[in-house]
């Protein structure tokens, strides 16, 4: 079993104080990426909106979140001592889980076979979804 990511909140208080943090790392990402478009100053307030922005600390915040992987035993190890609510999609009889575990007793998990990368980005914006878009 290995971990992948750094933002672990054990409550929702502290999601929302990194969730914020991030927010400036996004600005400034949109903005470099505007600049390589080439946006003149006139686009860029036109089509460089708060929803953009926001868009973008939504991503920059779910990829930074902390992800665990493991075989199917070390995941239904963990979940037999994790006292909480656990959401798993996909297949019972895949050999591999990626997972993570939210604020407030919530976690979520998702099957896999070989793609680690795929599952580790789709299991992130699961997560950011289900346990923290409303939230924050």
């Known amino acids: 079993m290995h971990t992948v990511g750094t933002l672990s909140p054990s409550s929702i208080e502290e999601a929302h104080t990194q969730y914020e943090t991030v927010g400036p790392a996004a600005q400034t990402v949109v903005s470099e990426v505007a600049k390589a478009m080439e946006f003149d100053r006139e686009e860029y307030d036109e089509r460089v909106t708060s929803e953009v922005v926001e868009t973008a600390r939504d991503a920059l915040f779910a990829s930074l979140l902390e992800v665990r992987v493991g075989s199917r035993g070390e ?12 959401t798993t999609v996909g297949h019972e009889n895949v050999d591999r889980v990626v997972w993570h575990a939210g604020p407030d007793g919530q976690a979520v998990a998702a099957t896999f076979q070989e793609k680690e990368d795929a599952a580790v980005a789709t299991l992130r914006r699961q997560a950011f979804g289900r346990l923290y878009r409303d939230r924050l």
Request: proline letters at 0%; aromatic letters at 24%.
């Open 75 to 86: 995941f239904d190890s963990w979940q037999e001592s994790y006292d909480g609510e656990v």
